[in-house]
């Protein structure tokens, strides 16, 4: 008899373990088929549902991997990026591809000086990394609007398509315009800083209105018209002066962003390799 309800005891703990397992598979298989679908919030509840039923952590490394993501799939980095950092303590996961992941996470939300700080961090800690890390370093050069620097991170990797994404950045960096010279050179002659980014006609009105203003200056200086030569040089000669270099600044901003939007419109639609 005693025999009998060991047996019993054994079979009802046997079943009620493989029921919960069954359960925990169950709400794996749902989860996983929110993020298939692209429901990302959806699927970080189902996910955490799981994680709080599993009471073993079979599946904690693994549905805490797929929270960050989701949260990543739907913009929310810095959700991701408090996710990751709990889980570098977690033995399941390599703590280095954790914090790879948050620099790529840093690189996506603009905190590339935040991602160059890891980087460099890691080159410490783990130096046979070096060639993926000047991978992530080039990509946050890049973010950082520092094209040639990006090249050179590139060109000290051996990942794949570094050879085209450091031949892009030398291009881009060799494109941009210089916001200096375009600001300087509106100084020497007005219009000029027009003419250097493109802009003809802007520059022919900026020198026109220049040398209007100017020679009425002149003019009043030379019929001892002090009074109007100061009203006229500093409410008119002068704010065309200034406002010319400031607009010459203005488009070489603008025809920059255009060029750097080129190079982004390549990456994502042709470029091959990893992104962030």
């Given at each position: 008899?005693?025999?009998?309800?060991?047996?019993?005891?054994?079979?009802?703990?046997?079943?009620?373990?493989?029921?919960?397992?069954?359960?925990?598979?169950?709400?794996?298989?749902?989860?996983?088929?929110?993020?298939?679908?692209?429901?990302?919030?959806?699927?970080?509840?189902?996910y955490k549902r799981l994680m709080f039923f599993d009471e073993n952590k079979i599946y904690s490394a693994e549905a805490g991997l797929k929270i960050a993501y989701c949260y990543k799939s739907g913009g929310k980095f810095d959700d991701a990026i408090a996710v990751l950092s709990k889980m570098k303590e977690n033995q399941q996961i390599n703590k280095t591809d954790i914090e790879i992941e948050i620099i790529r996470l840093n690189i996506l939300r603009g905190t590339y000086f935040r991602a160059i700080g890891l980087i460099e961090k890691l080159e410490r800690e783990v130096p046979e990394k070096q060639s993926e890390l000047n991978y992530w370093k080039g990509w946050s050069y890049m973010v950082a609007d520092e094209w040639q620097k990006a090249a050179d991170a590139f060109g000290?990797?051996?990942?794949?398509?570094?050879?085209?994404?450091?031949?892009?950045?030398?291009?881009?960096?060799?494109?941009?315009?210089?916001?200096?010279?375009?600001?300087?050179?509106?100084?020497?002659?007005?219009?000029?800083?027009?003419?250097?980014?493109g802009y003809y006609i802007e520059g022919i009105i900026s020198l026109g209105w220049n040398v209007l203003w100017g020679y009425d200056v002149v003019n009043a200086i030379k019929a001892d018209r002090i009074f109007d030569a100061v009203m006229v040089g500093n409410f008119l000669w002068l704010r065309f002066y200034t406002g010319g270099s400031q607009e010459a600044v203005k488009l070489a901003e603008i025809e920059n962003r255009k060029i750097i939007n080129e190079a982004y419109k390549y990456l994502s639609i042709q470029f091959e390799g990893k992104q962030p």
């Open positions: 008899m005693i025999n009998r309800i060991s047996i019993l005891i054994i079979i009802l703990f046997q079943t009620a373990v493989l029921s919960a397992q069954n359960h925990l598979e169950m709400q794996k298989e749902y989860a996983e088929s929110l993020f298939a679908g692209e429901k990302y919030f959806d699927a970080v509840t189902e000290n990797s051996a990942e794949k398509g570094t050879e085209i994404l450091k031949n892009l950045c030398i291009s881009v960096s060799e494109e941009k315009y210089s916001l200096s010279f375009a600001r300087t050179i509106s100084y020497i002659l007005p219009g000029a800083g027009h003419f250097y980014t």
